[in-house]
């Protein structure tokens, strides 16, 4: 992967009143850890390549709410993952650029969003089971 997409996908926003905070984006993940977190993150980043990708959503939390939303360029929600809704797939282009928008109420403990591109490799099976 060009090393100036994965530095300027690292760009990030927030509003969070927290005992702890750690947010590790990645490029095939997007993990938070909390404690006692209140607020938003907004993480903008580039898909390598155009396509169909599959996104799953897992939480461990011991108390709260997370949810994240794949915003476009401007700001449309494209997809959102929570509770009742942690996987589905969307058909993204390279050359745009994407924002991940967590919301998060009282939320203690880990959030993970995960995606990988339809087809592409042994990761596929990791993400439906």
């Known amino acids: 992967m060009n090393i100036w997409l994965y530095i300027r996908s690292l760009m990030e926003s927030k509003s969070v009143a927290a005992v702890l905070y750690a947010h590790r984006p990645g490029r095939t993940a997007d993990r938070l850890t909390l404690n006692s977190c209140t607020g938003w993150v907004r993480h903008i980043g580039y898909f390598p390549e155009s396509g169909t990708y599959v996104f799953a959503f897992e939480t461990q939390l011991s108390k709260g709410t997370a949810e994240v939303v794949l915003l476009d360029r401007e700001k449309r929600a494209l997809a959102r993952f ?48």
Request: aromatic share 6%.
């Open 82 to 129: 929570g509770p009742q809704c942690p996987a589905g797939s969307i058909e993204l282009d390279a050359k745009r650029r994407y924002t991940l928008h967590w919301d998060l109420k009282g939320v203690t403990g880990g959030c993970e969003l995960r995606w990988r591109q339809c087809g592409a490799g042994p990761e596929q099976k990791s993400l439906e089971a």
